[in-house]
């Protein structure tokens, strides 16, 4: 379904060492890019890899208009071995189905998916760090219809673009400070918490920029009806480690995005002894269960952060601490497996991680 078509000037080998020395987070991009275009009278077709260019939209697309767009956010690696791997990209394609039927989109069959993802890291592999770094992939799809009706477009554009990445806190690995906002919320029931479209951030950036006001990393958010539940932060899930060896998560409830992170630190926490519960969890009980100890640890996690100890927890109301602000033992456990299985020295016992035969590549 992908036709190759390979970008005439090619970024130069000595030009990429340098960007990949410290490419930072979603500021330099690889050559190319994949498309694949979805018509009402045709589906989808015309499936390219290409070099990475603007595109040319109409003034009334309606992406601009009713922000009918999702996205979805995955990794490739090359592991100690020199292997290419992607990992759990089939669970971003479930997921990417799901946000697309939310929004009134038409769904991009999972091999498609797949297919798009794999073919532009085949031909971008020379952009994958080999240190700590990895390739961040972006697979997007947005209205394009030239249409200013309020219905679902009739005319969409699914693309993949791919950039290096070093640490996406500043910093490297450390506890991070987050600002628990009592004003905004990021998602109510029945509105589109669950799926992974651009309308869920832009609504978070207010609110992000008042945790930054304050000296935070990131904003959490808590339940649209009572403000008393704890969702997620605005980028990342999150997850609280008890005395008693209990992990407690918020449940999925249609206004948390069900990140793949999150399913694989569930699963990774159940194979460890832990008591995994996927309950509310208040606000009040985090800043109580902190002040007596009984609160151990408290991570973010998500693709791009991966799993980041929460040190500091900063409301209108004050601030406090989770035990002395230091990353605890169980946060680094499974960071370390988790990203271990992603670089293959750990063993993959799930089948989370697909390997990429970057010999494939067209030529």
């Known amino acids: 379904m992908l036709q190759f078509k390979p970008h005439a000037s090619p970024t130069p080998a000595d030009t990429r060492a340098t960007l990949l020395e410290n490419p930072g987070f979603g500021k330099v991009f690889t050559d190319h890019m994949v498309t694949v275009r979805w018509t009402a009278d045709r589906g989808w077709h015309d499936g390219q890899v290409r070099a990475r260019e603007p595109f040319a939209l109409d003034p009334a ?20 071995s020199g292997e290419v791997v992607l990992f759990r990209p089939d669970a971003n394609a479930r997921r990417f189905v799901s946000s697309a039927e939310r929004m009134a989109m038409p769904a991009l069959p999972e091999e498609v998916f797949l297919a798009a993802v794999e073919a532009l890291v085949r031909i971008d592999a020379d952009w994958i760090p080999s240190s700590e770094g990895s390739l961040y992939l972006r697979p997007f799809m947005m209205a394009t219809e030239a249409f ?34 009592d004003e905004f919320s990021r998602a109510a029931p029945g509105g589109t918490g669950a799926a992974k479209c651009g309308g869920n951030y832009a609504a978070s950036l207010l609110a992000q920029a008042e945790a930054i006001r304050n000296g935070c990393d990131q904003v959490v958010f808590l339940d649209a009806a009572q403000h008393r539940f704890v969702e997620e932060l605005g980028g990342m899930n999150v997850f609280f480690v008890m005395e008693d060896g209990t992990l407690v998560t918020p449940p999925l409830s249609g206004t948390i995005l069900p990140g793949i992170t999150r399913d694989c630190v569930l699963t990774l926490g159940r194979e460890s002894g832990l008591d995994v519960q996927e309950r ?40 406090f601490q989770i035990s002395g602000g230091v990353e605890g033992p169980v946060t680094g456990k499974l960071r370390d497996q988790l990203v271990g299985i992603q670089r293959g020295v750990v063993a993959d016992s799930h089948g989370w991680v697909r390997r990429v035969s970057v010999e494939a590549a067209a030529a």
């Not at 697309?61 to 100690?80: L, N, S």
């Not at 200013?148 to 640490?167: D, H, K, N, S, T």
């Open 61 to 80: 697309a309606a992406v601009f208009h009713y922000a009918q767009e999702i996205f979805e956010g995955m990794k490739a690696y090359r592991t100690a």
């Open 148 to 181: 200013l009706g309020v219905r679902p477009a009739q005319e969409y554009v699914f693309c993949v673009i791919a950039c290096p990445v070093g640490a996406y806190f500043k910093g490297g690995a450390k506890p991070v400070t987050v600002w628990a906002t």
């Open 280 to 319: 509310p969890y208040s606000f009040a009980e985090w800043q109580a269960d902190a002040a007596s100890g009984r609160l151990r640890e408290a991570f973010a996690c998500g693709t791009a952060a991966v799993i980041a100890a929460i040190g500091e927890v900063r409301s209108p109301a004050g601030a």
